[in-house]
């Protein structure tokens, strides 16, 4: 899943940050016009948001950090609308999953990442964009949800797994305002580009919209407050092996 594309995100943005930094503010503006400074003020100094270690958008996530070279920092959805949810499979174990997002050479990371058992590790912030679809339109309009399992295994994708994904796409969608259909909800396979085939044939859509819409038609509790080093290290140690 994903892609390399850190470096070339990195560049414009700094290209983009010199022309409204300092003295050439008015020039900048003018240059980039209002839409594309509104995506990039709170870049400047003074103006940047402040960020909690380890927020969840997710209640009963776990937060576990994505390497910082496998997304960019935004400030979606004012900058970038959100309107899509990709659904991916790793091709490996949950274990796995954390692994390689954790990996700064690796080039890609999920927002999300959901086991076999129903666990759920958040590992981007969904305002920032995260490098998961191979197509930059995408990333910038998405948010990622990573799957342990393999495309030609049905048996990875479990009752708890499903149940666990739907009430994440459901929380996602009822936060933007993305209605809870095919078009807005996709696999991988489905971004234009991609030459990814996740989540694959076995992936069971109807059972899966079916179990997205129930848990949209239900209460939503509130994102729970950041777990403890301690509360989130068993979940890593507890996955399974790759393969």
Not at 171 to 187: K, N, Q, S
Not at 202 to 228: F, G, I, N, T
Request: glycine letters at 12%; one cysteine or more.
């Amino acid at each position: 899943m994903g892609e390399d594309e850190g470096r070339g995100e990195t560049r414009r943005v700094g290209r983009r940050a010199l022309l409204i930094g300092g003295g050439a503010a008015a020039a900048g503006a003018a240059a980039l016009g209002w839409d594309e400074l509104r995506r990039v003020w709170w870049r400047l100094p003074g103006t940047e948001k402040r960020r909690v270690e380890g927020e969840l958008d997710h209640a009963g996530a776990v937060w576990t950090a994505a390497a910082r070279a496998n997304w960019r920092r935004a400030d979606r959805p004012d900058d970038f609308g959100i309107d899509r949810v990709v659904i991916h499979v790793v091709q490996g174990s949950y274990a796995t999953a954390l692994r390689v997002f954790k990996n700064p050479g690796h080039g890609a990371a999920t927002h999300y990442v959901v086991g076999k058992d129903g666990r759920v590790a958040q590992m981007i912030r969904e305002l920032d964009v995260a490098f998961h679809a191979g197509n930059r339109d995408m990333n910038e309009r998405s948010i990622g949800i990573e799957h342990e399992g393999f495309v030609d295994r049905p048996q990875d994708f479990t009752p708890g797994m499903y149940a666990a994904s739907a009430r994440l796409t459901a929380g996602i969608c009822a936060r933007y305002g993305i209605p809870v259909d095919r078009e807005h909800i996709i696999g991988h396979v489905e971004v234009e580009g991609t030459d990814h085939t996740d989540p694959g044939p076995h992936w069971d859509w109807d059972r899966y919209m079916e179990l997205v819409r129930r848990a949209a038609a239900s209460p939503r509790p509130s994102p729970s407050p950041p777990p403890s080093a301690s509360s989130s290290a068993p979940a890593s140690r507890a996955a399974a092996r790759e393969g």
